[in-house]
């Protein structure tokens, strides 16, 4: 079983950055592809953002792309997802995921484990 706790949200104006991390309580964590997926009231939950079990591959959907940066420490067992240029579009709670394997995918269904959700709100 793996637990992971974000951390990082908050209320921002647009044009802000937030940093998200998620710590995860495993040995194993470099043996996970991690995701960033985030559900907005009324939407489906998405993935904007996953990463490798060594960082070296990222995807990142076309609405971050350029904005959004994911990247983790093994180390430390924590991803993150850098956030800049935010939009009152990317308000949102925020959900880390882990897959088992060590490569991502874009389909929820495909994460093994999630946490808790962080809320994202980016006012105008």
């Known amino acids: 079983q793996v637990q992971l706790v974000e951390s990082g949200g908050g209320l921002v104006q647009a044009g802000d950055s937030l940093r998200l991390s998620c710590a995860a309580s495993?040995?194993?964590?470099?043996?996970?592809?991690m995701g960033w997926f985030r559900q907005a009231p009324g939407k489906e939950r998405e993935c904007v953002a996953a990463i490798n079990w060594n960082g070296g591959r990222t995807y990142y959907a076309d609405s971050v792309k350029g904005r959004f940066t994911i990247s983790r420490d093994n180390a430390k067992n924590t991803v993150y997802l850098q956030m800049n240029s935010l939009k009152p579009e990317d308000t949102a709670v925020y959900y880390c995921a882990a897959r088992g394997g060590g490569y991502y995918s874009i389909r929820k269904s495909e994460y093994d484990y999630w946490g808790q959700g962080t809320q994202v709100t980016v006012s105008s």
């Open positions: 495993t040995r194993t964590f470099s043996s996970y592809a």
